[in-house]
């Protein structure tokens, strides 16, 4: 390895008179912390971008993901509706359960492909997903219902309510409360 001081010697003899400037194999420490400091200043840049543009578009973000494909309208005036892509499932692998107030979709597939030299691939795949009922609905007249194009819809009604016929409440009116600081007439005369 050669380095500027391997070539000190040399650039003192005569020889280096005669060839001119001496060239070392390593660039100059400061040109390569000057460039490295450049690039680190374009990747902050970069990042700063970068953050600003999720934090601008961060909930349109969020419903371009598709992660749950569900569309729902929970505690809705009518009451409780989910309406989730289920495509990907025939009816009969599919289940629907309510679990105290939670409704539970479970969506189970099995494949398994056969190629021409006799090798075979298998898939399992399992969509699991889990709502809330809201308190002021009926979870006991759920219904689901299948469209044509693979939409499962899930919903409910809102509780009937009886009518409660109207009636006045009466107003109770409570002993004066002693006043704070005031000894009671009772524990002073026991004092005394």
Known sequence: MLCRMHLAPF????LATRLG????????AET?????Q????????????????LSSQGPIAAERA???????????????????DVKNFAPEELSVKVVGRKVVLVGQKETQNVDEKGSFSYKYEV??????????????????SLSKEGQLRIEAPRLALPAAPERN?????SPAAPQPGAAPEDASKTQA
């Not at 390569?32 to 490295?36: D, Y």
């Not at 450049?38 to 543009?53: P, V």
């Not at 598709?66 to 989730?84: D, H, I």
Request: with cysteine; proline share 5%; aromatic share 8%.
């Open 11 to 14: 650039a003192s003899s005569s």
């Open 21 to 28: 400037t001496v060239k070392t194999l390593w660039p100059h």
């Open 32 to 36: 390569i912390f000057s460039e490295l």
């Open 38 to 53: 450049q690039e680190m200043e374009k990747a902050r840049q970069f990042m700063s971008s970068f953050e600003q543009l």
């Open 66 to 84: 598709p992660s749950t494909n569900a569309v729902a309208t929970q505690g809705s005036g009518e009451g409780f509706s989910v309406c989730q």
């Open 127 to 144: 969509l699991k997903r889990e709502w809330d009922v809201p308190e002021e609905v009926d979870a006991e007249a759920l219904s689901c």
């Open 169 to 173: 409440v009466p107003i109770q009116v």
